[in-house]
């Protein structure tokens, strides 16, 4: 298993790992911003006080698209501007106001498709050593 960071397109395999991207703190000014933009009128992304009052933690909870986009932004980082061709996730456990998360991946898998060298990944976004999205991730490896 290598650091895929460090090597060529062609070198990268099964078992490489994708170097983390992390988000020290997620930011509740953002989120907010957040739901203005998708028209997201649901409180438990800007109301603290509701959340308490429903038995949530004091704290906002953070978009699924923002979860989603810490993992996009691993990605981009590692294979380039335009790498993405396909990622699914599942989101298994709320991230919060505050929360520090870390998105991390490992190829599981090579394949040339239309002249064009893809990786297969395992892609996850952690809070505290927990899992709390989990996906697949294809990319092309040529867009670095």
């Known amino acids: 298993m290598s650091d895929a960071s460090t090597s060529d397109p062609a070198d990268i395999g099964p078992g490489d790992e994708i170097p983390t991207w992390t988000m020290p703190s997620v930011d509740p000014a953002r989120m907010r911003t957040m739901a203005a933009i998708l028209r997201d009128p649901y409180p438990v992304h800007w109301d603290r006080d509701g959340n308490a009052a429903l038995g949530l933690p004091g704290r906002v909870i953070n978009q699924g698209p923002l979860n989603l986009g810490y993992i996009a932004n691993m990605l981009l980082a590692w294979a380039g501007p335009s790498c993405v061709r396909r990622l699914t996730v ?39 050593g927990e899992h709390v999205v989990t996906g697949t991730a294809v990319v092309a490896l040529d867009a670095r």
Request: glycine fraction near 12%.
């Open 90 to 128: 599942s989101f298994g456990r709320p991230v919060l106001d505050g929360d520090s998360v870390t998105a991390g991946g490992r190829v599981t898998s090579i394949a040339d498709v239309n002249g064009e060298r893809r990786a297969t990944c395992d892609v996850w976004l952690d809070r505290d």
